[in-house]
Each structure stands twice: as structure tokens, then as C-alpha cells.
């Protein structure tokens, strides 16, 4: 057998679209100087975390870290799926979503559908929540013609930081390929929905919520719905806490969201931190306000999915046949102008960026990687 040739990169940003874009283009990577200058070198708990959930899911990965993690060896295996018996871990350094994003595109192309129970924190400040992978992610996946069939999250229990305590189930089904799209409309706001939540505090706290988001909304939308999700109990995880989730449907059958949590602050996230400490602190009507004016800033922005997703959406064009797939978004994000990068430091996919001139979206497309699942077969 010939010697490994891997991919040589440096440093700790994008490590979740690095280690996503070598499994799905068979690319070994070697990572260095992670974190080494700084006073807690190497690999953070949660990048652990992602690769062991990697490992879980493939068969015949390699994986090679030196005793102070700043150097990593990675080498993919193959995307097997499949139901997992075991709840796996996502920790609390980071919440369930951060692990949902390259766990489904995964699963997209994995040899069987998979469903999996992740333990853990489901709503925070910092990564998208449950509820918006739930409610904006799976039709964004059916754009892209996943079959509804076999694709679904459901939300056991909730988890805030610190100490978390959420479950979720996820059921993806396998695809043999996506489908381009030519997405561009964002059409106009028909309706909102929302949820908000509250675990181990008073059910008064969603009342006052989700009155507030209303006293902005409801004299510019007419058919808004907020729902209540209060827990309890084993239900309710074991950190307190409160958020709200709001989603815009456009009558082009778009869905923009904004959304936070409220929540003791993790341990690590007190000292470096100071807005999470005062987020700690705001009441239940400010939050309200704030998640609707930033709902409505992202609709102004334009484009077809809101700055969270950008992300996702250039990967799943990116991972297209080699056909035309051309879509519309708001001001591009810093995730969003990563993600691009990395693309084409992977995958050799380039996309055309052509402004708006009368708005503030931008308009793009490429021609797909081809992406294929050669474990399914054609029916």
C-alpha cells in the first residue's frame, strides 16, 4: 500500500467544516498549530466530542492527536448511519447544534438512514438552537428533494447550560444525490410562528415573552402563533433557564428565524464573557422585543434563508450534481464567507457573487461538486 498523503492545515477555525469536507471527499487532513499559543493548547472538549461522533457513525477512521492537541491527524472512513442504540454525549461546552449541521449532511450520504438520541444542551446563545434545526433546517432540506419520509427531530427533553441535560432524536433518510436549485425568491412574510420555552422557572416567564415579540410583530403581521413549551421534571434538564424561537414563512415558502436562551453561564464563559452575564440577567420582555426586532432586521436583509443558515445552504449547493444551482441571500456573514472558503479549498467548487443593487442580498451560484452516495442504490 502507498504512503497517506493528507491535506495540510493550520490553526482551529473551521474545524467542523474541515473534518465535514474531508469525510465527504474522501481527503485525510493533518491539522497543526492548534491553539498552541495560547494558555490552553489543542483541541477544545467539544472538538473531541465531534470526533469520537465522526468515529460513531463510520467505519475506519483514523485518528491521531499528540499529547497536547495541538496536532491532529485525521483520516475518513466510511459513512455507515444506521440506528445507534446508544444516547451519545454532545457534552456542555457547546450545545446540540453545534453538532447538527455536520452530522446531517453526513447522514445524507451515509450507506443506511440514520437515527440517533443526542444527550446534552439544546438551547444556549451560541450555537442554533433544537428548534430552528427543526423548524428552518428540515424544509431547507427539502428544497433540496431529502424526502420528508424518514426525516425528523424530535425534542424529548430541554437542555440549558451549564449543565444541560436535553434530548433529541434525529431520523435522517440517505439520499443517492441532491437536486440544484435555483432559489432567488424570498417572497413576502405571510405568517409567523414561534416557540418559546422554559425549564425549572416559572411558566409566566413565556407569557411575558412572548407578549412583548407580539407588541412588535403583531401590527405587521396578522397571522402570528407563539406556542408555550414548558418543562418540568426529567423534561425540563437540569440547568434553568428560558428562550424564545421565532420563524417568518414567506409566501415562496422561505422560513427566517432569530432566537435565543437565557441561562446561568458556563463555567469557562463567566471570565472571558461579559454579555453572557448580563444575558443571565435580562428579563423575560426584553428578550421578547430584542429576538423580534432581530427576526424583522434578518427580513429586511433579504435573501431566501436567514444569516445562520448561510452556511449550511452554500454546502448543500456546493455538494450538488454538476449542474447550475443559484440562490439569494442577506449581507454575507463571516460564517457564511468561511464556509466559501473552505468549499474551495476542498471540494475546487467556486461560487459567482453578484450584489443586489437595490437590496442588501447578494445573489450566487456554482456549478456542484457531484456528490454521491455510491452505498445506495438507484430504485
Not at 64 to 78: A, D, F, S, V, W
Not at 118 to 136: A, E
Not at 237 to 259: K, M, Q
Not at 284 to 308: H, K, M, R, Y
Request: proline share 5%; hydrophobic share 35%.
Amino acid at each position: 500500500m502507498g504512503k497517506t498523503s493528507y491535506k495540510r492545515l493550520k490553526g482551529s477555525q473551521s474545524f467542523r467544516q474541515r473534518l465535514l469536507l474531508a469525510t465527504l471527499s474522501s481527503t485525510p487532513i493533518l491539522i497543526e498549530d492548534i491553539r498552541a499559543d495560547e494558555t490552553w493548547p489543542g483541541l477544545r472538549s467539544h472538538e473531541i466530542l465531534l470526533l469520537r461522533l465522526f468515529d460513531t457513525i463510520c467505519d475506519d477512521c483514523l485518528v491521531e492527536i499528540n499529547e497536547t492537541g495541538t496536532k491532529l491527524k485525521y483520516k475518513p472512513g466510511t459513512i455507515m448511519g444506521g440506528r445507534q442504540h446508544r444516547a451519545y454525549d454532545c457534552g456542555v461546552s457547546r450545545s446540540i447544534g453545534y453538532f447538527l449541521e455536520p452530522l446531517i449532511l453526513l447522514g445524507l450520504f451515509a450507506k443506511e438512514p440514520i437515527t440517533i438520541r443526542l444527550k446534552g444542551i439544546t438551547n444556549d446563545s451560541r450555537d442554533p438552537s433544537v428548534d430552528t434545526f427543526k423548524y428552518v433546517v428540515l424544509p431547507i432540506l427539502r428544497r433540496f428533494e431529502v424526502a420528508s419520509e424518514g426525516l425528523d427531530l424530535k425534542i424529548e427533553s430541554r437542555g440549558l447550560p451549564p449543565s444541560g441535560g436535553g434530548e433529541v432524536i434525529l431520523s435522517l433518510p440517505v439520499v443517492q444525490s441532491l437536486t440544484a436549485v435555483n432559489w432567488t425568491d424570498e417572497g413576502f412574510v405571510k405568517r409567523i410562528r414561534g416557540i418559546t420555552f422554559s425549564a425549572r422557572v416559572s411558566a409566566q416567564f413565556e407569557n411575558s415573552m412572548i407578549k412583548a415579540a407580539r407588541g412588535i410583530i403583531n401590527p405587521l403581521v396578522s397571522d402570528v402563533h407563539i406556542f408555550s413549551d414548558h418543562r418540568s421534571g426529567p423534561q425540563a434538564g437540569n440547568s434553568p433557564g428560558y428562550g424564545i424561537s421565532l420563524v417568518a414563512e414567506t409566501t415562496s415558502g422561505c422560513f427566517i428565524s432569530a432566537e435565543t436562551a437565557v441561562s446561568h453561564a458556563r463555567a469557562e464563559d463567566v471570565s472571558s464573557l461579559a454579555d453572557d452575564e448580563k444575558m443571565d440577567l435580562m428579563p423575560p420582555e426584553v428578550i421578547g422585543e430584542g429576538i423580534a426586532n432581530d427576526l424583522l432586521g434578518e427580513i429586511t436583509q433579504g435573501g431566501v434563508v436567514d444569516s445562520t443558515y448561510q452556511g449550511l445552504l452554500f454546502l448543500l449547493c456546493a455538494l450538488c450534481p454538476q449542474d447550475i444551482s443559484k440562490v439569494r441571500v442577506g449581507k454575507l456573514s463571516q460564517h457564511g464567507v468561511e464556509t466559501l472558503r473552505n468549499i474551495k479549498d476542498f471540494l475546487d467548487v467556486k461560487f459567482i457573487l453578484k450584489p443586489d443593487p437595490k437590496t442588501p442580498s447578494v445573489f450566487l451560484q456554482c456549478i456542484g461538486y457531484g456528490m454521491k452516495n455510491l452505498s445506495r442504490k438507484i430504485s
